[in-house]
């Protein structure tokens, strides 16, 4: 089992960043596959980013590529996104996900381990 938990959401106007981290618990983080997803009200859960255990590979959606940075430091149990010139779109609830895998996996039903999720909120 390994447990998740979400931090650094906030408020922010256009074009600020945040930055939100993942803390992992229970297993070393080092054996999986770690992505960020994200559920806007009334949409559905969808792809943010993901990075590979060993950090060589990573994925990101269209609407966030060259905005968003996925990073982990497996020494502390840790996965980052470093979220750049936000917009009002990116508004959300971003969930943090684990699978044990070796490479980088997008799929959201792939997902194992899901954290509580922590609300960005964009204002224009």
């Known amino acids: 089992q390994v447990q998740l938990v979400e931090s650094g959401g906030g408020l922010v106007q256009a074009g600020g960043s945040l930055r939100l981290s993942c803390a992992a618990s229970?297993?070393?983080?080092?054996?999986?596959?770690m992505g960020w997803f994200r559920q806007a009200p009334g949409k559905e859960r969808e792809f943010v980013a993901a990075?590979?255990?060993?950090?060589?590979?990573?994925q990101y959606a269209d609407s966030v590529k060259g905005r968003f940075a996925i990073s982990r430091d497996n020494a502390k149990n840790a996965v980052y996104l470093q979220m750049n010139n936000l917009q009002p779109e990116d508004t959300a609830v971003y969930y943090c996900?684990?699978?044990?895998?070796?490479?980088?996996?997008?799929?959201?039903?792939?997902?194992?381990?899901w954290g509580q999720g922590t609300q960005v909120t964009v204002s224009s």
């Open positions: 996900a684990a699978r044990l895998s070796l490479g980088v996996v997008v799929p959201t039903s792939d997902y194992n381990y």
């Open positions: 229970g297993r070393a983080v080092s054996n999986y596959a």
């Open positions: 990075v590979s255990r060993s950090v060589t590979s990573t």
